[in-house]
């Protein structure tokens, strides 16, 4: 208690009206981490369920994600019934797998059956199949087909993202008892912005538009005024694709169908938004050689991770260093070539990290294929000579000064221009070669382009020295 008799709980409580729980970089105030944190040592469940069981699933992510560790399973316990189990599926993965490893399975099965599918399936996708099983026996059984109907397609598939429950109508059906449907049946999604026709084998014929449904008049029927879905998403297809059709069609939802052709679920934007970012992130992850790594991993997780990529990057500097090996009584007359044969290698390694970064994402997209292949690496070839004419003037004339002798410099302006033309040509033609292989470009390509640029950075400044000066 106050001096004056007020309640702690309640002298700490934000104001009713709720306050943003975001400071002006985005990020979770530290004050109300703080009111958080006191509430969940003191176990005051009053202000948890007027202050964080009322705030949106994401921002609960956010919140999750910001306090200690130690702190996220106690709120989720105390806030019990009133925690909102679509808040995981805001959280990366570790968290994620440590919150629900430690809630009881029928805890798990009360929440999965408020969720919509594809929540559902998030969740339970990352659960052990012992446990998988037991919460779906606790469902009901059409709930439980379809949970398992998902649950079976590849993971990172359209089947894994979409959304089971639909509206879905017969194309001699009214508008009027469209209309008249939707309003009486308990059993219909929160939210949807289309109807989807189908015959007697849920085979998909096409679709309405709400707002097309709202100018009709009520005696049309279905078939009418139904348009042909020109883009149904097969359920086998790759999230990433299919995430590439709503952004080429300005697509909000989608129909997604079996190899029958069959109607079996709708994918929706607010989850390709999901894919989209998911999928970007892996690809910058995938470029620095850290793999599936989350911020809130451990130390020993992350070494995982990390150790792989860095073995492999230790194997290719050993062969940049053999070249330089080949060089060393050159290097021991000549000091100023140890001095100046880093910068030519470096130089060569951000240009081709450059025209490797866009070569991986316009792949990634698909803005980059067979048909403008040969201009694209034609104008990265340009763009390596042009940039390698501009450095090797700045660079010469720097090391003929530096170290008096204007010989030096056009020896490192030649190794240099040789440099970023193949920095450039690596950077695109290996990504390209990649993934004409079936390797993926964002894993491998960072290594070996850096390999390229090294060695022939080393080997051109080096040779050229050695030739030009007799050494």
Excluded at 22 to 47: K, Q
Excluded at 245 to 260: C, G, I, M, P, R
Excluded at 316 to 328: K, Q, R
């Amino acid at each position: 208690m106050t001096e004056n008799g007020e309640d702690d709980r309640i002298r700490r409580r934000p104001d009713d009206e709720g306050a943003d729980i975001y400071d002006e970089d985005g990020n979770v105030r530290s004050d109300f981490l703080a009111l958080v944190g006191a509430a969940i040592a003191d176990r005051d469940t009053i202000f948890l369920r007027q202050n964080v069981a009322r705030l949106h699933e994401s921002e609960i992510g956010d919140l999750l994600e910001s306090i200690q560790p130690d702190q996220r399973l106690a709120l989720v316990r105390l806030l019990g019934d009133d925690f909102d189990m679509t808040a995981l599926t805001e959280v990366d993965e570790t968290i994620r797998r440590e919150i629900v490893d430690q809630i009881p399975n029928e805890q798990i099965a009360a929440a999965i059956g408020e969720l919509d599918s594809d929540d559902a399936v998030y969740i339970l996708e990352d659960l052990d199949k012992e446990d998988r099983e037991e919460i779906l026996a606790q469902l009901p059984f059409t709930e439980r087909v379809r949970l398992r109907r998902a649950l079976d397609y590849p993971e990172s598939s359209a089947g894994r993202r979409m959304q089971t429950e639909f509206v879905a109508v017969p194309p001699f059906w009214t508008v009027g008892q469209t209309i008249d449907y939707m309003r009486e049946e308990e059993d219909l999604p929160y939210s949807f912005t289309q109807i989807f026709v189908i015959d007697p084998t849920f085979k998909l014929l096409g679709a309405v538009d709400l707002d097309q449904i709202l100018r009709t008049k009520r005696q049309t029927k279905i078939e009418a005024i139904m348009r042909e879905t020109t883009h149904p998403i097969p359920a086998e297809m790759d999230q990433e694709e299919a995430a590439q059709l709503f952004e080429q069609y300005d697509l909000l939802s989608a129909a997604v169908v079996d190899e029958n052709d069959r109607l079996v679920g709708v994918l929706t934007i607010d989850d390709v938004v999901d894919v989209i970012h998911e999928e970007a992130d892996e690809d910058i992850k995938r470029l620095g050689g850290v793999g599936d790594e989350e911020l809130s991993d451990n130390v020993l997780s992350t070494v995982r991770s990390r150790f792989l990529w860095l073995m492999i990057n230790l194997g290719t500097a050993m062969l940049s260093a053999s070249v330089i090996g080949l060089f060393d009584a050159s290097i021991e007359k000549m000091i100023a070539l140890a001095v100046l044969m880093p910068i030519v290698a470096s130089m060569g390694g951000n240009a081709g990290t450059q025209t490797m970064t866009v070569t991986v994402r316009a792949l990634a997209t698909r803005d980059l294929d067979i048909y403008n292949a040969g201009r694209i690496i034609r104008r990265e070839a340009g763009v390596g000579i042009m940039n390698g004419i501009v450095f090797a003037s700045i660079m010469g004339t720097i090391a003929g000064t530096w170290f008096h002798d204007y010989q030096l410099g056009m020896v490192i302006g030649a190794a240099m221009i040789i440099n970023l033309v193949a920095a450039a040509l690596a950077g695109i033609l290996l990504p390209l070669l990649l993934d004409k292989v079936g390797a993926d470009p964002a894993i491998a390509s960072s290594v070996f382009v850096t390999t390229v640029t090294d060695c022939t950075g080393f080997f051109a400044f080096l040779g050229i020295a050695t030739w030009w000066f007799g050494i």
